[in-house]
């Protein structure tokens, strides 16, 4: 059937948005879509912290420092699907911004916790927060940015985590080294999450719908209006805040759309997989820091080990975000997540075997540092990037929603299971299971995903496939 003189116009627009150079545009969309990723990070690393303070202060049982570490992980899960899906069904316009008020709200009453159940339940509304930002954030700066520096874009969001991982520990080290009470310290620690948040509430809601969500609704006409703000052809990068009419549409329609099809079933559990092993070994080195750092440095004292966690975040994990986002578009996602995982399991595994590696303090961190590099460079950025590609415009949001699910699954049993292995057998335990499951990543990303530098997103997923039902290669779909 002949294209219409429309759908030629429609390609055309979506052509110019592909061969779009970085704009301003493009620039203020990564930063108010990274701010609930430095959120993100800052809380990952605070709440080790935090939990330095509140066993002696509370005198926390295993079972709840477990579960104040690693429930807002569980939480997120359930909040990254919830976002995702509804992003797709009413648009990321409509409810973006709302996941950071939730955000907002669980931090703020994680510094009131009277005590540690309290705590656990007020971590488990931050958690939600957390994960509704994944699969909105990414889908949108997916949508808007070309086909050449797409992949970089996207990685630029997620390295906005590098900058919580520098400013917690500095802010930590800041209200330690004062005469402030522990009491007050971590109020004040877990209650500066909500400030980055909530700094972008308002731009993210005046935010227009993306070009690709406008037309894959057939809103023809906004799909226009929005892309000539995108291309330059109203004057400048300026789009106006328009939002897409709401759609009678079944919850369960985008899970259908996303496993019916074999290509897409296959490049959702390869995502899925990826970013749950990934998350087991990161969340669980991560949360578990000072666990590890007490293992090589046994009478260094909480400012000590926070001022080591800052030297290896500042030299190893924040140019490894770096990195990762300068060559995400020229190496290509498979490659970097594939040998970020075997760097991982490398590394990890030399500190699982070699005989009194604690004992060595500086080839422990370098090995460690290493450790850290490869995982932000590697598959921290890539499980991110993957699923704001790979899926069709109506199902982009619920299909990153279920991959970001899977991981924070992936990282609530590590956060959980980490410190159980390291009261058992050490780093032995601890880091054998982190380099198990870094090899499982590699052949995850060799069998189950496709490359996607400098492909199109209509190219990637074309809409008609949603009502295909052939089953396509998943190294070719």
């Known amino acids: 059937m002949p294209a219409s003189t429309s759908d030629v116009a429609h390609a055309q627009l979506l052509e110019q948005m592909d061969a779009s150079k970085v704009t301003r545009l493009h620039w203020k969309i990564m930063f108010i879509s990274g701010m609930g990723f430095f959120t993100d990070a800052y809380d990952l690393f605070i709440i080790g912290v935090v939990m330095s303070m509140l066993k002696k202060e509370w005198a926390v049982s295993p079972l709840a420092e477990g579960l104040v570490t690693s429930t807002a992980l569980l939480a997120s899960a359930v909040g990254a699907i919830l976002f995702g899906r509804v992003a797709d069904m009413l648009g990321r316009k409509r409810i973006y911004g709302y996941e950071v008020l939730v955000l907002a709200a669980g931090a703020i009453a994680s510094a009131f916790s009277p005590g540690i159940w309290w705590l656990i339940v007020f971590r488990i509304i931050l ?63 877990l209650g500066f999450g909500a400030i980055p948040a909530l700094a972008v509430f308002q731009m993210r809601r005046h935010l227009a719908e993306t070009p690709r969500y406008l037309l894959a609704s057939g809103l023809n006409e906004q799909f226009r209006k929005v892309a000539y703000g995108v291309v330059g052809k109203d004057g400048g990068q300026t789009v106006a805040p328009v939002d897409a009419p709401i759609q009678k549409q079944s919850f369960w329609k985008g899970f259908s759309l996303l496993t019916r099809h074999r290509g897409f079933a296959i490049r959702l559990l390869g995502a899925s997989l990826a970013w749950f092993l990934m998350d087991f070994a990161y969340y669980g080195n991560t949360v578990s820091s000072p666990l590890v750092l007490s293992a090589i ?16 975040f500042a030299v190893a994990a924040a140019p490894g975000y770096l990195v990762a986002a300068v060559l995400m578009d020229r190496l290509g996602r498979k490659w970097i997540q594939v040998i970020g995982f075997a760097m991982m399991a490398i590394s990890f595994f030399i500190i699982a075997v070699v005989p009194g590696i604690d004992r060595l303090v500086v080839p422990f961190l370098i090995i460690y540092g290493v450790s850290y590099f490869f995982t932000e460079f590697g598959p921290n950025a890539t499980t991110f990037v993957y699923p704001a590609e790979i899926f069709p415009a109506k199902g982009r949001t619920t299909g990153h929603g279920i991959a970001a699910s899977a991981g924070k699954v992936g990282g609530f049993i590590g956060v959980f299971l980490f410190p159980i292995l390291m009261h058992w057998r050490g780093l032995l335990a601890a880091e054998s299971m982190a380099a198990g499951v870094s090899v ?33 290669s998943p190294a070719r779909a």
């Not at 070309?146 to 906005?160: D, P, Q, Y």
């Not at 046994?298 to 800052?310: C, D, E, F, K, V």
């Not at 809409?463 to 089953?471: H, I, K, L, R, T």
Request: charged content about 15%.
């Open 127 to 189: 958690g939600v927060g957390i994960g509704g930002d994944y699969p909105v954030s990414s889908t949108i700066m997916s949508e808007y940015a070309g086909k050449k520096n797409r992949g970089m874009m996207i990685t630029l969001v997620f390295t906005m985590q590098a900058a919580g991982l520098i400013v917690g520990p500095l802010l930590a080290a800041a209200l330690l080294s004062t005469r402030l009470s522990h009491d007050l310290v971590w109020r004040l620690l």
């Open 297 to 312: 440095t046994p009478h260094a004292s909480l400012l000590q080990h926070t001022l080591l966690q800052l030297l290896i």
């Open 440 to 472: 499982l990543g590699i052949l995850v990303t060799v069998t189950m995903l496709p490359e996607t530098k400098g492909r199109s997103l209509e190219e990637l997923s074309p809409e008609g496939w949603e009502g295909a039902q052939a089953p396509l």
